[in-house]
T-cell receptor, first 114, second 112 residues
């Protein structure tokens, strides 16, 4: 079964870049890589997603390995508000009924130090 | 502002009672989902609906039921058949199946 593996926790200093790794060695060709983050007592928030090429948006960058077996979420300048649990998720390719499935791992708890 | 509203934020029930969790969205999204989150674990899919009047079981549907009579609403009933109902329940929607998910802020259910 498809799954993702992330470190349980990471620390970063404020205003420094953060690289959050994710391994997904069982990924298939049509599976998208999604990243969400979850603040305490809130629902997850979408961050970014990609298939093969690196992606940038206002929140973060996503670097995808050439073989797609791993990816890295990059926060360019961590702030205290970025402290959250970050989930690397595989969106499995749609089946014949057009239904997609998201596989959530246990996430990385990011601590940002002032 | 558009978004997903889950209510209540905290819910307490006695064992053996059914309880319904509310989820309303005003994003005009077709697809809606219910997930369960337990401490230290990722999210697990309970039920999902791609369109009004249609829904499918997810990975852990036993002991739960849903309805989708309106596009905006996707209530989840936790029945007495659910053996371990205490958890954090998250509702999500997406403009269509496969698009990024928008989550509500969850309902924390405690059954004693």
């Amino acid at each position: 079964d498809a799954k993702t593996t992330q470190p349980n926790s990471m620390e970063s200093n404020e205003e420094e870049p953060v690289h959050l790794p994710c391994n997904h060695s069982t990924i298939s060709g049509t599976d998208y890589i999604h990243w969400y983050r979850q603040l305490p007592s809130q629902g997850p928030e979408y961050v970014i997603h990609g298939l093969t090429s690196n992606v940038n948006n206002r929140m973060a960058s996503l670097a995808i390995a050439e073989d797609r077996k791993s990816s890295t979420l990059i926060l360019h300048r961590a702030t205290l508000r970025d402290a959250a649990v970050y989930y690397c998720i595989l969106r499995l390719g749609g089946n014949t009924s057009g239904t997609y499935k998201y596989i959530f791992g246990t996430g990385t708890r990011l601590k940002v130090l002032a | 502002d558009g978004g997903i509203t889950q209510s209540p934020k905290y819910l307490f029930r006695k064992e053996g009672q059914n309880v319904t969790l509310s989820c309303e969205q005003n994003l005009n999204h077709d697809a809606m989902y219910w997930y369960r989150q337990d401490p230290g674990q990722g999210l697990r899919l309970i039920y999902y609906s791609q369109i009004v009047n249609d829904f499918q079981k997810g990975d852990i549907a036993e002991g739960y039921s849903v309805s989708r009579e309106k596009k905006e609403s996707f209530p989840l009933t936790v029945t007495s058949a659910q053996k371990n109902p205490t958890a954090f329940y998250l509702c999500a929607s997406s403009i269509r199946s496969g698009a990024p998910l928008h989550f509500g802020n969850g309902t924390r259910l405690t059954v004693t």
